[in-house]
T-cell receptor, first 111, second 114 residues
Framework: KQEVTQIPAALSVPEGENLVLNCSFT??????LQWFRQDPGKGLTSLLL?????REQTSGRLNASLDKSSGRSTLYIAASQPGDSATYLC??????????FGTGTRLTVIP | DGGITQSPKYLFRKEGQNVTLSCEQN?????MYWYRQDPGQGLRLIYY???????QKGDIAEGYSVSREKKESFPLTVTSAQKNPTAFYLC?????????????FGQGTRLTVV
């Protein structure tokens, strides 16, 4: 069964710093990988989707990479802001039936 | 605006009571999903439906039931058989062509047993 791990579980950085969040998965036979943001008590907001044939995707200050063969993805956030504080979740799609989620990284950006 | 609407936002259940969580989408998506989120754990799949009048159990279906009578609606009932129902429940939908399409989520319902 697919297992998804996110390290670290929590991260605090000063405002303006660049940072990297990590996601690893055990089975490389994935359709795609999606990064989400979750604010406390809220639902998930999709940030980036990387298809299995792609290496990276960019949206504004966010850049996500995918190395399917090694089972790794990273989410790079440039010039972090206090408004970036949230929990970041990665999820891999295996077949049509399920998304497998990591437990998330809780990010705090200190003003 | 298109999206997924979950209601209510907060729900309280007494011991032995069944409660139903609503999930409605106007995105014309075929596939809909229910997930449960507990502190420190990833989202876990309860039930999913690929098409109207059809649904399948996920990893933690015991104590839950669903129906899919309309494409737009996928309600989840938490029955008295679910012994630990306090959690945050999230509904999601995915457009046709699952392989390279992103999942969309509602804002969640927080269920508390009182």
């Amino acid at each position: 069964k697919q297992e998804v791990t996110q390290i670290p579980a929590a991260l605090s950085v000063p405002e303006g710093e660049n940072l990297v969040l990590n996601c690893s998965f055990t089975d490389s036979a994935i359709y795609n990988l999606q990064w989400f943001r979750q604010d406390p008590g809220k639902g998930l907001t999709s940030l980036l989707l990387i298809q299995s044939s792609q290496r990276e995707q960019t949206s504004g200050r966010l850049n996500a990479s995918l190395d399917k063969s090694s089972g790794r993805s990273t989410l790079y956030i440039a010039a972090s802001q206090p408004g970036d504080s949230a929990t970041y979740l990665c999820a891999v799609r295996v077949g049509a039936n399920n998304l497998f989620f990591g437990t998330g990284t809780r990010l705090t950006v200190i003003p | 605006d298109g999206g997924i609407t979950q209601s209510p936002k907060y729900l309280f259940r007494k011991e032995g009571q069944n409660v139903t969580l609503s999930c409605e989408q106007n995105l014309n998506h075929d596939a809909m999903y229910w997930y449960r989120q507990d502190p420190g754990q990833g989202l876990r799949l309860i039930y999913y439906s690929q098409i109207v009048n059809d649904f399948q159990k996920g990893d933690i279906a015991e104590g839950y039931s669903v129906s899919r009578e309309k494409k737009e609606s996928f309600p989840l009932t938490v029955t008295s058989a679910q012994k630990n129902p306090t959690a945050f429940y999230l509904c999601a939908s995915i457009p046709p062509g699952h392989r390279n399409t992103e999942a969309f989520f509602g804002q969640g319902t927080r269920l508390t047993v009182v």
